[in-house]
């Protein structure tokens, strides 16, 4: 868990105006972080997570050599500073059981391969900033919905399931129906190559002062992004609903999703890559 606070270049100077809201959001969402046992599965809490999870499944466009960024803490000051790692065979975190790694991947793996080839040709580059109708026939949204949500507990720390015993209960049970209230699950389309996976993470807006607690996840071509509460806005296609279908229930429905860059590693920054250079380059002017 990275405790590194970040802000968007040219918002500095609102920092002081939102500096106690910032502070208490902080202690949340290290709160989280800092809850379960970081040896135990992040989905049932309660055995070794010692199984090799592969965040997205292998079949959902995870073969591939990946370059692995994280937050150097032990070198980050005013600017972040990364740790590069490549991994080979693709994206996975050793962080479920086996039996939760073995159970959730044979009941909701396969719907989540064909949801997302069913949109791997509207996430192109030349779609970002629009809204894509995608027409979705015989689907399973249940198991969609809960092979999203086991990725992206997979890749939050253990906090995330021991505060919502709600969520552990409705991916360990295939036939659990529903999320709790103050969590709200929403998908967008990634169009470019890549992902990022934020864990637990706080964002507050410096214009608002409103803030949420989101955990992302995204991997070309969906994204995932779990809020822990309403208070943000986010404009996101929200999936919620699905979660209360039941296992077995086949649907067609037709979805709106928005298409966005999502080029760097932060929760719902969904900046083109012209923008996040330019905020680059104001950042190093000022730090001259
Ligand atoms: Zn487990």
């Not at 208490?24 to 040896?39: N, P, W, Y």
């Not at 992902?195 to 070309?220: D, H, L, P, Y």
């Amino acid at each position: 868990m990275s405790h590194v606070f970040v802000v968007k270049p040219g918002e500095q100077s609102r920092l002081p105006a939102v500096a106690d809201k910032a502070k208490r959001l902080q202690a949340r969402v290290l709160a989280v972080g800092s809850s379960g046992d970081t040896s135990k599965c992040r989905i049932c809490g309660s055995q070794p997570a010692n199984t090799k999870e592969d965040v997205p499944p292998k079949e959902a466009f995870n073969r591939h050599t990946v370059l692995l960024r994280n937050i150097d803490e032990t070198r980050s000051g005013a600017c972040v500073r990364w740790r590069n790692e490549q991994r080979q065979g693709g994206h996975f975190e050793y962080s479920l059981c086996k039996k939760c790694n073995n159970d959730t991947g044979g009941w909701y793996g396969r719907e989540y391969v064909s949801f997302v080839k069913a949109c791997a040709d509207h996430a192109v580059v030349s779609n970002a900033g629009k809204i894509l109708t995608i027409e979705l026939k015989d689907i399973y949204p249940a198991r969609i919905v809960k092979q999203a949500l086991t990725m992206v507990c997979s890749s939050s720390g253990p906090g995330l399931t021991y505060g919502s015993p709600e969520l552990r209960k409705f991916l360990l049970n295939k036939d659990e129906r529903g999320l709790p209230d103050y969590l709200k699950l929403h998908v967008y389309l990634r169009c470019h190559g890549g992902g990022r996976s934020s864990g637990v993470a706080g964002i507050i807006n410096t214009k608002t002062g409103s803030s949420t607690v989101v955990s992302e996840v995204s991997w070309w071509p969906v994204g995932w992004i779990l809020a822990f509460d309403d208070s943000h806005g986010v404009v996101e296609y929200n999936v919620s609903e699905w979660c209360k279908h039941g296992y077995d229930e086949r649907r067609s429905i037709t979805i709106k999703l928005p298409c966005h860059f999502a080029v760097t590693a932060y929760p719902m920054d969904f900046r083109n890559p012209e923008q996040v250079l330019r905020g680059r380059n104001e950042q190093f002017k000022q730090s001259q």
